[in-house]
Structure formats: C-alpha cells, structure tokens
T-cell receptor, first 117, second 116 residues
Framework: AQKVTQAQTEISVVEKEDVTLDCVYETRDTTYYLFWYKQPPSGELVFLIRRNSFDEQNEISGRYSWNFQKSTSSFNFTITASQVVDSAVYFC??????????????FGKGTKLSVIP | DTGVSQDPRHKITKRGQNVTFRCDPISEHNRLYWYRQTLGQGPEFLTY????????KSRLLSDRFSAERPKGSFSTLEIQRTEQGDSAMYLC??????????????FGPGTRLTVL
C-alpha cells in the first residue's frame, strides 16, 4: 500500500520568510511519480510539479524549489521569500500503476500555509 | 483551452435524496478520475475511467454510488439515498496518457455536497 505523510499540519510565516514543507512517502513500486498540488481557499487543486522516481535532480521554478531524496523517501518543497498569495493548503501526492490501468493519486493530509503580511 | 469543469459547484440535499454531479474533462483527455475530499483531509480516490471504460473502483465507492462516462467525454457521479456521511467535496480530474505511462492529473473546482 502507498502512503504519504505530511507531518506539518499548519505553518505560519511572516511575508518574505522562506518556508519548507515536508513530505515523506512509502511505496513498494520501483517506478512511481511524486506531485505537489496547491489548494487555495477557492478550493481548486492546482498542479505545481511532477517528479518521477528515476530523476533525483532538484528543481527550481521561480521562488519554488523541490528536493527529492530517494534514500530518505522524501520530496520536500521550499518557497523562498514567501508572499501572501502563497497562503493555501499544499498537498504532496504519490502515483503508481495499480495494475488495473489506474494511476490514482495517494495524497497526504496537506499542510496549511499562512503567510502573514 | 478550458480546464476541467464541474457542475453544480454546491449542492445541499436532504438525507435520503439522490444527487448527480457532472464533470467535463479537458478536451481529448482520455483519463478521468473522481476523488472525494472531507474537511482537513487530502482527496481520496473513488473511481477511474479510461475513455468510456470504468477500470477501477475504490472500496470507498459503496453500492449507493455509480459513475458513468458515456462516449468517453463527460462523466456523471450519482449518489443514491444520500447519508450525512456523504457530505464532502467531490473532485474530478482528467489527464491524457497512453497505456503504461503516468501523466499529470488536472483537477476541476469540485462539487461541495452538504447532506442535511
């Protein structure tokens, strides 16, 4: 069975601070994909990044960066110089082939980030 | 190109009533997923369609739930004899991909169901 753990339930930071959201996963699959989604108060899940299990290169996109470490089964997400618009719930998710043709996502419980002006 | 759309956005119903939700995926996306999200939790998988075929159902999907995707386009999710425990956000996602490849799922805005 697959499992995603986001130990941080809520985080509050002051604007312009850096913040890291933790994600630890469990899977028996050798090939799998990891995702981060953002859910603002409006409720719609917004895709941020996808990473496959064979690519451990870190990635940076503007103020966002991701650190994938297979040895510790972690896929952490850092926001640099946070802004009020970053306030949202962030979900880490894991996808693996189920054999029935589905690539269903297994989500963590999410981390609620509040950026205070 | 528009994203995934869902209708209605909100639904309030009385216990025991039937409700139906609709999802329109991104054009030409062959894969469609339904998830359910309760307060303070991440979304949980309900069911999956590849084109018009429903290939997988979660054990969360009781006999009161049924989903269809006629002609491989839009999808409907029906809940019969609703219970208060069905109150949740129902999310639809679509993606494109070929057999053996995973892909990115794009989500709609969800339908928030409240059962009184």
């Amino acid at each position: 069975a697959q499992k995603v753990t986001q130990a941080q339930t809520e985080i509050s930071v002051v604007e312009k601070e850096d913040v890291t959201l933790d994600c630890v996963y469990e899977t028996r699959d050798t090939t799998y994909y990891l995702f981060w989604y953002k859910q603002p108060p409006s409720g719609e899940l917004v895709f941020l990044i996808r990473r496959n299990s064979f690519d451990e290169q870190n990635e940076i996109s503007g103020r966002y960066s991701w650190n994938f470490q297979k040895s510790t089964s972690s896929f952490n997400f850092t926001i640099t110089a946070s802004q009020v618009v970053d306030s949202a719930v962030y979900f880490c998710a894991l996808s693996g082939f189920t054999g029935a043709g589905s690539y269903q996502l297994t989500f963590g419980k999410g981390t609620k980030l509040s950026v205070i002006p | 190109d528009t994203g995934v759309s869902q209708d209605p956005r909100h639904k309030i119903t009385k216990r025991g009533q039937n409700v139906t939700f609709r999802c329109d995926p991104i054009s030409e996306h062959n894969r469609l997923y339904w998830y359910r999200q309760t307060l303070g939790q991440g979304p949980e998988f309900l069911t999956y369609f590849q084109n018009e075929a429903q290939l997988e159902k979660s054990r969360l999907l009781s006999d009161r739930f049924s989903a269809e995707r006629p002609k491989g386009s839009f999808s409907t999710l029906e809940i019969q004899r609703t219970e208060q425990g069905d109150s949740a956000m129902y999310l639809c996602a679509s993606s494109s991909g070929t057999t053996g490849s995973t892909d990115t799922q794009y989500f709609g805005p969800g339908t928030r169901l409240t059962v009184l």
